[in-house]
């Protein structure tokens, strides 16, 4: 199973970091959140990655061309061969294909735009480069493959500065504001689990993922949320990536489930 992160946007609320880096790529205890999220996957055997990129998009890409060599614990370089050895390489069993999908490519852009390497999967996962979790991923595909919608939204009950959620009895999604008025709702925790017919819901580059198209999933009854209890985390400011530091820095970090 496939999971996309959509890596590629500015960050402009982090921008101390983001001037230096894309977002996802501000670190936690060494390692970048990104890391952190494909770690989370990978515990429930999601290890086929499709990363968004956009915003220095080139970064990315030159953290995983190096990542076997920064993750040996020693390197041996002959010479006289030109041959370069690994020894203990920790390198995760992860597949991770990074495509370019503009700078200014908005969420929904970027999906549609590797609508090729997910139109053939049953199913995939979608999520944000910036956000933790502790939902049992696992679990989420379960909900998502019991209900006969073409996508899942994991919903927390944090901050309201989100986008609310209200779902009926049966957790089908009745309305999706990106907007709250009020606080004290289920709001969107940007972990999804979708059906390449979502793919249909997108038209352009400029259209973004938590309006038109999970308005109008909503609207035909096509939207379920699976509902998280527990720890949840976005990254927008450097206060909550320090709140996260000081979390991984007292050994107990919520997300860290590996």
């Known amino acids: 199973m496939k999971a996309v992160i959509l890596a590629g946007g500015r960050g402009t609320r982090i921008a101390e970091e983001g001037n230096l880096r894309p977002k996802p790529m501000v670190t936690i205890g060494g390692m970048p959140i990104l890391w952190h999220i494909m770690k989370t996957y990978e515990h429930y055997g999601v290890n086929d990655f499709i990363i968004c990129l956009g915003y220095r998009g080139y970064v990315i890409k030159e953290y995983f061309a190096n990542y076997a060599l920064h993750a040996a614990e020693a390197v041996t370089f002959d010479g006289r061969s030109g041959e370069m050895t690994l020894h203990d390489d920790r390198f995760e069993p992860w597949r991770v294909t990074l495509v370019d999908t503009g ?3 908005q969420t ?3 999906i549609k735009r590797i609508g090729d390497w997910v139109k053939d999967e049953e199913m995939f996962c979608l999520t944000y480069g910036d956000g933790l979790i502790n939902a049992d991923i696992g679990k989420t595909i379960d909900f998502h493959k019991s209900h006969p919608g073409h996508a899942t939204v994991t919903t927390v009950s944090p901050p309201g500065r989100f986008g609310v959620v209200h779902t009926d009895a049966e957790n089908k999604v009745s309305s999706f504001s990106e907007k709250p008025a009020t606080e004290g709702n289920r709001i969107n925790g940007g972990f999804f689990v979708l059906s390449s017919q979502i793919l249909d819901y997108i038209e352009e580059d ?3 993922w938590e309006r038109e198209p999970l308005e109008s999933l909503t609207k035909e009854g096509q939207l379920h949320a699976y509902h998280h209890e527990g720890f949840w985390q ?3 400011t ?13 050994g107990n970090a919520p997300w860290k489930v590996w």
């Open 234 to 236: 976005p990254m927008d």
């Open 206 to 208: 400029t259209d973004i």
């Open 103 to 105: 700078i200014d490519t």
């Open 238 to 250: 450097m206060r909550e990536r320090d709140m996260l530091q000081q979390m991984w820095d007292s």
């Open 108 to 110: 929904g852009g970027r």
